[in-house]
């Protein structure tokens, strides 16, 4: 799909299909209203109409997350048509919708995994969006527009990671993207082995992957700005396949579990943009990209491990593996850089995040309510959902062990997406407490069906979130 920007005035382009987005059908004159009518198109919200030339598409509002939803499944209409040049009018009946919010749609919405379809259909849409009447300048609209590409494009990478199956992409490909997109971004890139996680004690995320025949690899991606303001860590749960290990998941329960790479997947669509959007903080992207697996030389439940900061985990449950690679990862970013102002770990962590918050939401945990609003906030711009589940004081006695400093798995499964976040809160330095948030992404970042402008599969959940509160930061 290609979009540019035109201005009818100057320019007489000759389109095969314009898109209406309406909230009602005020503005219509008469005799197409009628006709519309007939039609039985009203306007309401997943409406569409053929009409003529124009495509009419039914939206609650002309903003926001409507509009984003309205453009989207405009588009995934005309993808089953040969309608090549398509237009679209950003000022109609003065209404002027915004080009990030329509272009996110369009972009999101068109994405469809097609990898392993033996025939591949080519994407040879052109759309041109007229700029006439807009009361932006033709140059904040063309930033905008690029803005919207490069963010929406870094949300259909991740989409495509996440959807890859276990068998294409395991930690070494991993990395190897990380290393693409460094060199495709100007950042540094470290990527470490086993040797390196053994020599450094990082015995948990070691653990998790041994019975794999793919090598763990811990990835580190770095963007400096000129003079950074600050620095921003995120750290990625890479399990690029979760059968469970010896507590096997069930048949069904692991079906799907190529999606344990989202929270990585994510860091390197963060990652992928960075640079593309100037920001002024320093952005770390840490990742710990494992296989969990089963196999004579898998780590069991009764096992103990030492993490890098030196605290024993009694393990019971070897399926909870993706707080075993964090706690390691979390210490490794914390050791490595000083003077952190926030530090994220995201993961495809609980099951129970999708009990307690519902399918489409990630739930956000952790010390500071301040940062927690802040977090709210990125995600009321960015249009991702999230939802805070709180701590308090009595659930850390759950993770009591009687032989070790703490399970990785509590006897109960009561409140288990929050006491996985105070296992991990094990491995925050008292410095950082405040400057730390863990998102629980595993119900938002992976569905098997599509979901406003979200693709069946891979969601690219944490993206424009994480980049929207960079960006308020800033
Ligand atoms: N990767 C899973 C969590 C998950 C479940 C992600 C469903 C996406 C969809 C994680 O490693 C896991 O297995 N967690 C267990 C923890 C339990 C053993 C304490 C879970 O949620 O059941
Ligand atoms: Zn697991
Ligand atoms: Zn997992």
Request: aromatic share 6%; glycine share 8%; with cysteine.
């Amino acid at each position: 799909m290609k979009i540019e920007l035109i201005n009818s005035e100057k320019s007489k382009i000759k389109n095969d299909l314009e898109i209406v987005v309406l909230k009602n059908l005020k503005s219509i004159k008469d005799d197409k209203r009628k006709q519309l009518e007939k039609l039985g198109f009203d306007a309401k919200e997943a409406q569409s109409c053929f009409l003529e030339n124009k495509l009419y598409i039914g939206s609650t509002s002309l903003s926001g997350e409507d509009l984003k939803i309205a453009f989207s499944n405009a588009i995934r209409i005309l993808n089953k048509t040969k309608y090549k040049k398509i237009l679209i009018e950003l000022v109609s009946n003065k209404k002027e919708l915004n080009l990030e919010t329509l272009v996110e749609g369009l972009v999101l919405g068109s994405y469809k995994f097609t990898k392993y379809k033996s025939q591949q259909i080519k994407d040879s849409k052109e759309i041109s969006i007229d700029i006439k009447d807009s009361k932006i300048s033709k140059e904040d609209l063309e930033k905008q527009l690029k803005k919207s590409l490069d963010i929406s494009t870094s949300v259909n990478l991740v989409r495509e990671i996440v959807n890859t199956s276990p068998e294409d992409f395991y930690p070494k490909v991993m990395a190897k993207k990380a290393k693409e997109i460094a060199s495709e971004n100007n950042l540094e890139c470290k990527v470490y082995d086993e040797k390196y996680l053994e020599k450094n004690g990082m015995n948990a995320m070691l653990a998790v992957g041994r019975a794999s025949r793919h090598e763990s690899q811990l990835i580190h991606l770095t963007y400096k700005p000129k003079k950074p303001k600050g620095k921003v860590l995120i750290v990625g749960k890479g399990l690029t396949y979760d059968a469970g290990g010896l507590s096997l998941k069930s048949g069904t329960g692991m079906v799907s579990m190529k999606c344990d790479k989202s929270g990585g997947a994510a860091v390197l669509g963060v990652m992928n943009s960075i640079s593309k959007l100037d920001f002024e903080y320093e952005v770390h992207g840490i990742i710990g990209a494992v296989e969990n697996m089963i196999g004579g030389d898998a780590y069991k439940p009764d096992d103990i491990l030492k993490a890098k900061n030196g605290k024993t985990i009694e393990v019971r449950n070897t399926d909870a593996e993706g707080r075993l690679v964090l706690a390691d990862c979390l210490c490794y970013a914390q050791d490595e850089i000083s003077d952190i102002d926030y530090i994220f770990d995201i993961a495809t962590l609980t099951g129970a995040c999708i009990i307690a918050l519902g399918e489409y939401t990630t739930g956000v945990m952790g010390h500071s309510e301040k940062l927690k609003k802040k977090m709210t906030k990125a995600a009321k711009q960015s249009g991702e959902l999230i939802g805070t589940l709180p701590y308090n004081r009595y659930l850390p006695s759950m993770l009591k062990s009687e032989i070790a400093d703490i399970v990785n798995s509590t006897a109960s499964k009561a409140g288990a997406s929050i006491t996985a976040s105070l296992f991990l809160d094990n491995f925050i330095k008292k410095e950082n407490k405040n400057k730390w948030l863990h998102l629980d992404i595993a119900g938002a970042a992976y569905r098997e069906k599509t979901w406003g402008y979200n693709p069946y599969g891979g969601t690219g959940a944490g993206v424009r979130l994480l980049l929207k509160f960079i960006e308020n930061i800033k």
